[in-house]
């Protein structure tokens, strides 16, 4: 997908950097090569256990995606992770709002590009954009977050996962 800032844009070591907050790891593949543990295919992102796989045009929003997957599901679930994160409705309104959070964390991108990305992507709201359904409609999102601890009160995240 043109116009959305991806790996490559934004380098692979402040991508890994985030992940090692997590004690995840970043696999970078080769430009064209099949990504492992690809839901989607193409340069999505793919997800193995605690692993996070992309290429250099792999969109960051999939990168965040699939690695608040990782962060928001409990540990069984991450142990037998291999490329379906599954999950509820409300862990994946989770995930797509964590994602957001962690885009302010990365040099280059932070929250209103990759909201921005995320509606050029097609992803699908209530309210119809990303930046709406944010900012008015996450609020069984982020209450997930906090009960979980892996955002705070005041909506930072806390570096861990799941437990």
Do not use: H, N
């Given at each position: 997908m043109t116009g959305v800032v991806t790996v490559g844009d934004v380098g692979r070591d402040a991508l890994a950097m985030l992940?090692?907050?997590?004690?995840?790891?970043?696999?970078?593949?080769?430009?064209?090569?099949?990504?492992?543990?690809?839901?989607?295919?193409?340069?999505?992102?793919?997800?193995?256990g605690r692993s996070v796989y992309v290429r250099p045009d792999t969109p960051v929003h999939s990168f965040l995606h699939e690695s608040c997957h990782i962060i928001c599901m409990d540990g069984e679930r991450r142990d037998g992770l291999d490329r379906d994160a599954g999950g509820d409705?409300?862990?994946?309104?989770?995930?797509?709002?964590?994602?957001?959070?962690?885009a302010d964390h990365i040099d280059g991108v932070g929250r209103d590009r990759l909201i921005m990305?995320?509606?050029?992507?097609?992803?699908?709201?209530?309210?119809?954009?990303?930046?709406?359904?944010?900012?008015?409609?996450?609020?069984?999102?982020?209450?997930?977050?906090?009960y979980h601890q892996l955002i705070g009160a005041s909506g930072e995240p806390t570096f861990s996962l799941r437990r």
């Open positions: 992940l090692e907050r997590y004690g995840l790891e970043l696999v970078e593949q080769p430009a064209g090569e099949r990504i492992k543990g690809s839901f989607w295919g193409d340069a999505e992102a793919g997800v193995i409705d409300l862990e994946e309104a989770a995930v797509c709002y964590l994602q957001i959070v962690l990305d995320m509606d050029a992507w097609g992803y699908s709201f209530r309210l119809g954009s990303t930046r709406d359904w944010f900012e008015k409609d996450a609020e069984d999102a982020r209450e997930f977050l906090v």
